[in-house]
């Protein structure tokens, strides 16, 4: 419960989520839930010359990842 509790303080902060797959991605924590589950708004890939196919195209533009849930 600590960490949930830790991570229901930075809900509407900008906050960078580091992947198993070494990709970070930047965004504004919307909601997390007692299994740390999150969700964030205006995701936007930190390293885009290295992950350039997770770039958005625009919303919902090719490789984009706006609109999906």
Partial sequence: MLFFSFF???VDHEVT???????SLRGT???VDQFLNIKLDGVAVVEEGKWPHLVSGGPGGPGGMEGRE
């Fill in 8 to 10: 229901k303080t930075l």
């Fill in 17 to 23: 989520v580091e992947l198993k797959n070494d990709i």
């Fill in 29 to 31: 924590l919307r909601s």
